[in-house]
Every structure is written in C-alpha cells, then in structure tokens.
C-alpha cells in the first residue's frame, strides 16, 4: 500500500516561509510524477507544483518564482519551499503522486497538512 505522509504545516505571518516534505513509502521514481496541491476553503483543489520522474518541474502561474518544488531520492522525500507568504496562501496542502503519464490526476494521496498565514 503506498503512503505519502506530509510534514506538519503551522502558522506563518505573510512574507515569512515554510517548507513541507513528503515521504513516500516507496522510491519516488517508481512515480511518473509528484506533486504538491492545496485546497482553501471556498476554492477549487489547485495544483501548486509537480515534478516528473525525469526532473522536469511546473507550478501554479501565480506561485511561480515564490514556490520551489525539490526532492531528495534517498530519503523518499519531496519538498515544497514556500516564500513570501500571503494570506491567500492559507490552504490545507496536500502531497500527491501519479504512477502513470495518462493520468490527469494524481491516483495517490497524503492526508493534507495545514498552513496558515496571517496577516
């Protein structure tokens, strides 16, 4: 059974940052990809950033220069860097992976982490 366990989130005042990990009960390249959503109340669940298998990596366009996706493969572990955050950022953040390339959505999911950014 695939596990993918978020680190904690927590409370951050806008412009601070953050990073998530994700640990996955197995190597990360036996995914096409990894990636990170969130979902804020009210919203639509987003994708944040994703990261192939190969390296190649894409983000929200409104995320993009402040988000960074990473990963370490010995450790199992993909990070979400989060800077300059708004309160907009506010979301229940969820790491996710896709094990094939004709999926559009993720077939594996984390439990979600929090964060919180107040003004």
């Known amino acids: 059974q695939v596990q993918l366990v978020e680190s904690r989130g927590g409370l951050v005042q806008a412009g601070g940052a953050l990073r998530l990990s994700c640990a996955a009960s197995r190597s990360i390249f036996s995914f096409n990809a990894m990636a990170w959503y969130r979902h804020a109340p009210g919203k639509q669940r987003e994708l944040v950033a994703g990261?192939?298998?190969?390296?190649?990596?894409n983000y929200a366009d409104s995320l993009k220069g402040r988000f960074s996706i990473s990963r370490v493969n010995a450790k199992n572990t993909v990070y979400l860097q989060m800077n300059s955050l708004k309160p907009e950022d506010t979301a229940v953040y969820y790491c996710a992976a896709r094990s094939k390339q004709r999926l559009v959505l993720p077939d594996y999911w984390g439990q979600g982490t929090q964060v919180t950014v107040s003004s």
């Open positions: 990261i192939t298998a190969g390296g190649t990596t």
